[in-house]
């Protein structure tokens, strides 16, 4: 079976922009979360997904976003990007039950310039 | 709220030697899951075991090994006989009703 897939793998963009990092999960799951990870703050939960509807949010930003689709790929989507956005964005899928473990992508590593 | 602490920062052993990762949590919730995942430098988190609150039975899985305490808030683990292909960042995680909480991360340098 196919794990979690994250595209792109890095990026670059300057302060102002807006980016969007996809996910797509194992198959057959249908929960995705999103996680920032950077030095300082450690790995922070962004928001879960479960069938197409956000489950969880994580005390970010309105500049974060996030969607899922039907067939449970998803996408965040960071507007007006600052410098302390730079961080290893994971993305993780389950089979979605609350205490079902979750398998994490290789990550997208965003740099904000 | 939940918290998942992981006091040990950095932990530096020779090849072979005994390690263990200590792992204590907090949580209002009496039905919760402990994981203990780990991040070697390509970045992807693996994970390694899952535990829920009600199962404190403590298992050996190869080099691996978990001791799970709820008397304590503790789910500490420990690899035998280290290698290197072992260095890595080691995260323990907590979920219960809400999200996954996690630690900061001990960081294991195994060297030859």
């Known amino acids: 079976k196919a794990g979690v897939t994250q595209t792109p793998r890095y990026l670059i963009k300057t302060r102002g922009q807006q980016v969007t990092l996809s996910c797509s999960p194992i198959?057959?799951?249908?929960?995705v979360s999103w996680y920032q990870q950077t030095p300082g703050q450690g790995l922070q939960f962004l928001f879960e997904?479960?069938?197409?509807?956000?489950?969880n949010k994580g005390n970010f930003p309105g500049r974060f976003s996030g969607r899922q689709f039907s067939n449970s790929r998803s996408e965040m989507n960071v507007s007006t990007l600052e410098l302390g956005d730079s961080a290893l964005y994971l993305c993780?899928?389950?089979?979605?039950?609350?205490?079902?473990?979750?398998?994490f992508g290789p990550g997208t590593r965003l740099l904000v310039l | 709220a939940q918290k998942v602490t992981q006091a040990q920062t950095e932990i530096s052993v020779v090849e072979k030697e005994d390690v263990t990762l200590d792992c204590v949590y907090e949580?209002?919730?009496?039905?919760?899951?402990l994981f203990w995942y780990k991040q070697p430098p390509s970045g992807e988190l693996v994970f390694l075991i899952r535990?829920?609150?009600?199962?404190?039975q403590n298992e050996i899985s190869g080099r691996y090994s978990w001791n799970f305490q709820k008397s304590t808030s503790s789910f500490n683990f420990t690899i035998t006989a280290s290698q290197v292909v072992d260095s890595a960042v080691y995260f323990c995680?907590?979920?219960?009703?809400?999200?996954?909480?996690f630690g900061k991360g001990t960081m294991l340098l195994v060297s030859p």
């Open positions: 993780a899928s389950s089979s979605g039950g609350v205490g079902e473990t979750q398998y």
């Open positions: 198959s057959g799951h249908r929960s």
């Open positions: 997904y479960f069938s197409e509807t956000q489950r």
């Open positions: 949580t209002r919730d009496t039905t919760y899951y």
């Open positions: 535990r829920n609150s009600f199962d404190e």
């Open positions: 995680a907590l979920r219960g009703y809400s999200t996954l909480t």
